[in-house]
Nanobody, 123 residues
Framework: QVQLVESGGGLVQAGGSLRLSCAAS????????VGWFRQAPGKEREFVAF????????SYADSVKGRFTISRDNAKNTVYLQMISLKPEDTAVYYC????????????????WGQGTQVTVSS
C-alpha cells in the first residue's frame, strides 16, 4: 500500500518562502510521477506542478511558474516543493499525489494521495 505524507506547511507572510515535503512508503517510489495539487476554500482542486520518475521532466501551473520548484530525491523517497515569493492567493491545502500512468496535470491520473498540508499566506 502506497502512503504519502506531506509536511512543511504553515503560516507565512506574503513574500516569504516555504518548502513542502512529500514522503512516500510502500512502493518503488522512483517509478512514480509525483504531482502537487492545491485546493483553496470554496474552490476546485488545481494542479500546481509535477515531476517525472527520474526528475528529468517537470511542469508548472502558470500561476506558480518562476516561484515554485519541484524536485525529488529518490534515495529518500521524497519529493519537495520549494515555494518562494508567496502570495495570499497561494493559500490552500497542498496535496501530493503519485501515479505511474503518464505525466499529467489531471488529478484523476494519479492513484495515491496524501492527506494534505495547509499553507496560509498573510498579506
Amino acid at each position: 500500500q502506497v502512503q504519502l505524507v506531506e509536511s512543511g506547511g504553515g503560516l507565512v507572510q506574503a513574500g516569504g518562502s516555504l518548502r513542502l515535503s512529500c514522503a512516500a512508503s510502500g512502493c518503488t517510489f522512483s517509478s512514480y510521477t509525483v504531482g502537487w495539487f492545491r485546493q483553496a476554500p470554496g474552490k476546485e482542486r488545481e494542479f500546481v506542478a509535477f515531476i517525472s520518475w527520474s526528475g528529468s521532466r517537470t511542469s508548472y501551473a502558470d500561476s506558480v511558474k518562476g516561484r515554485f520548484t519541484i524536485s525529488r530525491d529518490n534515495a529518500k523517497n521524497t519529493v519537495y516543493l520549494q515555494m518562494i515569493s508567496l502570495k495570499p492567493e497561494d493559500t490552500a491545502v497542498y496535496y501530493c499525489a503519485a501515479g505511474n500512468k503518464h505525466l499529467s496535470i489531471l488529478g484523476r491520473d494519479y492513484d495515491y494521495w496524501g492527506q494534505g498540508t495547509q499553507v496560509t499566506v498573510s498579506s
